[in-house]
């Protein structure tokens, strides 16, 4: 008897690589953009965001901007982090998965403010075929 089994999978190469900006009352905007190596699948794995040893004791509110026109009043800037030094000096984001472009913004306080995360890169590796024959 003769069994044979064929399977196709599609395997993706993937490279992370440490990611983290500072906002602060010099620096309160901040643009991800992938690193232009040919790389595809680009992600934003964003982990913590936390105030700095010399931030002061007043609130700081990082926010995502909308992509494109900033001018638009449609679209609203999304709060992701409201921190205060005696309160909430760090947060850690669980499955957050941003797409590049991606701007933040510390909307009030002067900082400085750590965001730090991981870039994520995936590469179609292409399609593999393996076959097996197993004879009884």
């Known amino acids: 008897m003769n069994l ?3 399977s196709s999978t599609e395997e993706k190469a993937v490279t992370t690589v440490l990611w983290g900006c500072e906002l ?4 309160r905007t901040w643009t991800f953009r992938p690193q232009p190596k040919g790389k595809q699948d680009c992600k934003l794995l964003l982990h913590t965001i936390c ?3 010399k931030a002061k004791e007043e609130m700081h509110r990082v926010e995502i901007l909308p992509p494109g026109n900033r001018e638009d009043k449609k679209t609203q800037p999304v709060t992701i982090a409201s ?3 005696s309160v909430l000096p760090m947060v850690t984001m669980v499955g957050v ?4 472009p991606i701007t933040f913004q510390l909307r009030a306080g002067s900082g400085p403010v750590f965001l730090s995360g991981h ?3 995936e590469k179609k590796a292409g399609k593999r ?3 097996s024959k197993t004879q009884s």
């Not at 602060?24 to 620096?27: A, D, I, T, Y």
């Not at 998965?97 to 590049?100: E, F, G, W, Y």
């Open 83 to 85: 921190l205060q030094a």
């Open 24 to 27: 602060s009352q010099e620096r």
């Open 97 to 100: 998965q941003l797409s590049p």
């Open 119 to 121: 870039e994520r890169y």
């Open 129 to 131: 075929t393996r076959g």
């Open 4 to 6: 044979s089994s064929t």
């Open 51 to 53: 105030l700095g040893e």
